[in-house]
């Protein structure tokens, strides 16, 4: 059973990065035309798509964030990571990583990280 | 890239049928047949319950169903249970590999 798990700090200051990693369990993060991505959800709110990585790569950002944004891939760790910065309390939410097929649907979640920007 | 629009809150009693609405645009809803819907109880991550439009992943009643029309997609649930009340999401395919979501629907069973 595929398991996603995302680890990173829970509180960041404001203009500091926000990093956090998505660890891939049960399968190869490198299985082809499977896609792997970030979003997000603050307090209360709706789901936000952040980005998006291919195994390759290969990378897509949302361009509402993509000045702020780097989603990076590391296959031998099975990993891929989210960095934003120059975060703002806009910033504060649960972010989750998910797997997706090309242009469709995100069948796999992770349970979510929230993440608060406070100084 | 705007948010899908769905109505904030919906509500139906138990045995009932209700529709949840998705509105986009021809560059996202309107322009490709990947639009999904994920279900969201409280404190809980969004679970797929629709995508393609109309398929359902295993494991989901075939109570779901889904369909688009024009720049419109929606979420038709039959029978309503109570267990059905939650959070649902509608997210599209925008091109150029991009995806948007909408801001959500709390559907209450009665």
């Known amino acids: 059973q595929l398991q996603l798990q995302e680890s990173g700090p829970g509180l960041v200051k404001p203009s500091e990065t926000l990093s956090l990693t998505c660890t891939v369990s049960?399968?190869?993060?490198?299985?082809?035309?499977?896609?792997w991505g970030w979003i997000r959800q603050p307090p209360g709110k709706g789901l936000e798509w952040i980005g998006t990585?291919?195994?390759?790569?290969?990378?897509y950002y949302n361009p509402s964030l993509k000045s702020r944004v780097t989603i990076s891939v590391d296959t031998s760790r099975n990993q891929f990571s989210l960095k934003v910065t120059s975060v703002t309390a806009a910033d504060t939410a649960i972010y989750y990583c998910?797997?997706?097929?090309?242009?469709?649907?995100?069948?796999?979640w992770g349970q979510g990280t929230l993440v608060t920007v406070s100084s | 890239q705007s948010a899908l629009t769905q109505p904030r809150s919906v509500s139906g009693s138990p045995g009932q049928s209700v529709t949840l609405s998705c509105t986009g645009i021809?560059?996202?809803?309107?322009?490709?047949?990947?639009v999904s819907w994920y279900q969201q109880h409280p404190g809980n991550a969004p679970k797929l319950i629709i995508y393609?439009?109309?398929r359902r992943p295993s494991g989901v009643p075939n109570r779901f169903s889904g369909s688009t029309s024009g720049n419109t997609a929606s979420l038709t649930i039959s029978g309503l249970q109570a267990e059905d009340e939650a959070d649902y999401y509608c997210?599209?395919?925008?091109?150029?590999?991009?995806?948007?979501f909408g801001g959500g629907t709390k559907l209450t069973v009665l």
């Open positions: 998910a797997r997706h097929r090309a242009r469709t649907e995100f069948d796999y």
């Open positions: 049960g399968d190869s993060i490198s299985t082809t035309n499977f896609y």
């Open positions: 990585i291919y195994y390759s790569g290969t990378k």
């Open positions: 021809s560059s996202n809803v309107g322009g490709y047949n990947y």
């Open positions: 393609d439009v109309n």
């Open positions: 997210c599209s395919y925008a091109g150029s590999y991009t995806w948007v």
